[in-house]
């Protein structure tokens, strides 16, 4: 009776780990040839991701035209559009189908833009604010040359 009950606790552990691998680490994706990975989304998710890029593409013309205007006031607004707190609440459907990369890059995305604004508030270095803007948009050009997301195959599901 032992050796059942033994059997039984390796193969749902042996089932949680692929799923804990498959829904945390690797998300849905394809490797392409052209290195990156493919990401495979419906339609209301690539529209939620793409719509959360264009924010951070708001945040960073706005940020550039406060520091080119020498308006740090407008640097802090525009940068935390983009912080930790403008995350939307995203679909645990969703979060299971992105790569640990990607959402280890969005996060750190979200938190630059905080310390931005925290230390476009405290300090008013416009420089600074710009040196940090530029370590900011390493995230974006790593993200871009990583990752890409296409539309999932339609399945008699959908």
């Known amino acids: 009776m032992c050796k059942v009950c033994w059997a039984t606790v390796i193969v749902l552990l042996l089932i949680t780990s692929g799923i804990v691998y498959k829904f945390i680490f690797q998300g849905d994706v394809i490797n392409l040839p052209d290195e990156r990975a493919a990401i495979q989304l419906n339609k209301n998710e690539r529209a939620l991701v793409l719509s959360e890029m264009r924010v951070f593409l708001e945040s960073v013309q706005g940020i550039t035209e406060g520091l080119a205007s020498d308006d740090m006031d407008s640097v802090v607004k525009a940068a935390r559009q983009s912080g ?23 996060f750190a995305t979200h938190a630059k833009f905080d310390e931005l604004a925290l230390d476009a508030e405290q300090l008013g270095d416009g420089g600074h604010s710009l040196t940090q803007l530029s370590s900011l948009l390493e995230n974006c050009v790593a993200c871009h040359s990583a990752y890409k997301f296409e539309l999932e195959p339609l399945s008699l599901n959908n």
């Open 84 to 106: 930790n707190s403008a995350q939307r609440a995203v679909p645990g459907s969703l979060v299971g189908k992105l790569p640990l990369g990607f959402k280890k890059l969005g």
